[in-house]
């Protein structure tokens, strides 16, 4: 095990992905000679040269399609997109090509992509840079969605994504970047897609923390053992798409209670579907309904205290529970309201 | 304060008259106390308080009211009745205590879905519980109504489902409460009370009693009326020899242990030849209701018992899948219970065709009366050694009559034939009870 940053245990995930399989190809804007916008890609173009790691223009729509292209005719590209916000630019390649391109030709092309990119809040850059919007791409059949929260599963599920023969879009977080965790020295450790990690197991109530809300969510769990007496279980899904519902369902048979976090907004959110999906499978052993914190619907504010009020923090979370488990009266479930 | 109405104690139940009441007027009941002893048209059934308060009874001892009707109020006294519902405690006062603050979406949700519940709930109106709540109700054989919600809005929660078997003191859990009182003392047949309702008169007859019948009195009465009048009835006979069933049944004696395992008598085996048969033959298990042939899936003889003043049909049920062993043990044990007063009425329903035996008594053949809405009924008359042609001789052979009676509406004379035939042959060859 080794103390290593979010954005070191990405870089530790490509370094040895590169050396493993040289049909693994970088592509993206200033990840080059700058070493990427947040230093994920830092040192690789010195380390495995041009040809391998590849500064493109500001042209996502392009960095995706050349990334389509190098995976059916026999790479295994990682492209990074600056932020989540600019995969928009992308859509098109991104949903009408690579996520259909191996049903489209009945299984004789493949898109063995990875596109990376950071999303979320908290940097007072404004509503163009700072959405989470990991349900636009959960909505989508024909690709894989992941999440990670902690250092472990980044590096994890980075080489599992590389390594899948489907394409993957990997949401990483801007906040994470700079968080350190234990991680794995081993080269081979493989997070595997559709397993979610329970961070903590308790008895009273089941929080789901999406992506940093993992992390949250915890924070959260640790208040409500100390100062309330209740004993969150936390599940981070890790992939959304496959979701290992199993694992959620199982939590809330044993609690009853489930309160869903995310930081996206909440119409047609994660929280919305996972909520419907728990509603139709556990719908009996529910006590109350399934509670949702999330992000405010509005457009991310610049203004820094309206940012904060525009995404939870663990105060709001542990007041949903409190609420569902009718243990207060005073609450905020959600950051803004749905 | 809660009314308590005549309650429907069995699926045919119209109307019941309360035999007494086990707690005096004014007496304080808790919820699940043993209140009142109802006569039903089938069976004699203790009824407990849903609620818990002070008794106010509405209708006397010896009343005969509709299903429905009130027979009593439970509440506070007058005097507290500003109060509200004395069904109190700590979840209600913890709904109380919760001031709504609608200042979040939450909040604005529960405040919005705010209305009373518990015990002033309307009958009939929709009970807000949460789906785990209702599910461990519904296990466990609780009413809702009973409850009082501590979640937002006044939502019952599983916490309210379990508090009172934990709270409740003198009551146990009212689950098993409940199916204490499923399995109590009901007294099926139950004589008329002697004296009370027996009036004389003299006439040209000499001194005539007129004797009020009992419920269950009552309900043959109107079921064989309503059978006489509205069935088309046709009969079959059949001689079943019965020798192979007589060795069978002298090898079960010497192998069973006496007491406990005692060997099937003879209508055992027909109501097992007959379940095994009506299975190939799904119409004479059906019923006629209401212009049209209902077929049923089960197979569950009603086999009729002689009872004090009474007849009464305990079912057993799946026959068609039970062991002749079983089929045996079964039918000793209901019959007993209704000896005994003790069967329960879903012990006496769900019946999908009736076997009737007089062959104790010597009978040699009878036509019993059709239960609708059953497609028949069987009538097993006395085992005995006749003499019959074999192959040109006069031989003795153990014999038995069967004698079928169909409701031609929807079990006609062919099949009916076919059916009859097929439990001879059963019953001539009985190695086939035993598979």
Known sequence: MTQMRYREALNAALREELARDERVVLMGEDIGVFGGAFKVTDGLLEEFGERRVRDTPISENTIVGVGVGAAMTGLRPVVELMTINFALLAFDQIVNHAAHIHYMFGGQARVPLVVRMPQGAGHQLGPTHSHCLEALFLHVPGLLVAVPATAADAKGLLKSAIRDENPVIFIEHESLYGVRGEVPDDDEYLVGFGQARVAREGSDVTLVGISRMALTAERAAETLAAEHGVQAEVIDPRTLRPLDLDTILASVRKTNHCVIVEEGWPHGGVGANLAALIGEQAFDHLDAPVQRVTGADVPMPYSKPLEDLAYPHAPQIVAAVLATLNRSSTSAATAGGA | ?435
């Open chain 2, 1 to 435: 304060m809660g009314e308590i109405v005549m309650p429907r104690l069995s699926d045919t139940m119209e109307e019941g008259t309360i035999l007494r009441w086990l707690k005096a007027d004014g007496e304080q009941v808790a919820r699940g106390e043993e209140l009142i002893e109802i006569e039903t048209d089938k069976a004699t059934m203790i009824y407990e308080s849903d609620q818990a308060g002070a008794l106010q009874i509405v209708a006397d001892a010896g009343a005969t009211l509709a299903v429905g009707e009130v027979i009593a109020r439970v509440g506070v006294t007058a005097g507290d009745s500003d109060e509200g519902p004395a069904s109190g405690g700590p979840a209600s006062e913890r709904a109380r205590a919760q001031t709504p603050v609608a200042s979040s979406t939450l909040e604005r949700v529960a405040a919005s879905q705010e209305q009373p519940n518990g015990a002033d709930a309307a009958a009939g109106e929709r009970i807000k519980a949460s789906p785990l709540a209702r599910r461990i109700a519904g296990e466990s054989g609780i009413d809702l109504r009973g409850l009082t919600g501590s979640g937002p809005g006044g939502r019952i929660v599983k916490a309210d489902v379990l508090a009172p078997a934990a709270d409740s003191p003198s009551a146990a859990a009212p689950g098993a409460a409940r199916a204490e009182a499923a399995a109590a003392p009901a007294r099926a047949g139950a004589a008329p009370q002697p004296g009370t309702d027996a009036q004389s008169a003299t006439t040209a007859k000499g001194e005539t009693t007129t004797v009020e019948l009992s419920r269950t009195q009552q309900t043959i009465a109107r079921r064989m009326a309503e059978s006489k009048a509205t069935i088309p009835e046709f009969t079959l006979l059949i001689d079943v020899d019965m020798e192979e069933c007589v060795r069978l049944r002298v090898e079960l004696k010497q192998i069973s242990r006496s007491d406990t395992d005692k060997a099937p008598t003879y209508n055992d085996m027909v109501v097992k030849a007959a379940a095994l048969a009506l299975r190939e033959h799904p119409t004479a298990n059906g019923s006629y209701r209401d212009g049209r042939l209902q077929l049923h899936s089960r197979v569950n003889v009603g086999v009729a018992v002689a009872a004090e003043n009474a007849l009464v049909v305990p079912t057993v049920f799946d026959a068609d899948e039970k062991s002749l062993g079983e089929i045996a043990r079964e039918t000793h044990t209901l019959a007993d219970r209704v000896r005994a007063g003790t069967i329960t009425p879903p012990e006496l329903g769900g019946g999908t065709f009736t076997v009737s035996n007089l062959g104790m008594y010597g009978v040699r053949s009878f036509t019993a009366i059709i239960n609708p809405p059953q497609a028949g009924i069987l009538s097993v008359g006395a085992l005995s050694p006749r003499a019959v042609v074999r192959e040109g001789q006069v031989a003795a052979r153990n014999t038995l009559t069967l004698t079928l009676a169909c409701d031609h509406r929807i079990l006609y004379g062919a099949e009916a034939a076919e059916f009859l035939a097929r439990i001879r042959e059963l019953l001539e060859r009985p190695s086939a009870l035993t598979l």
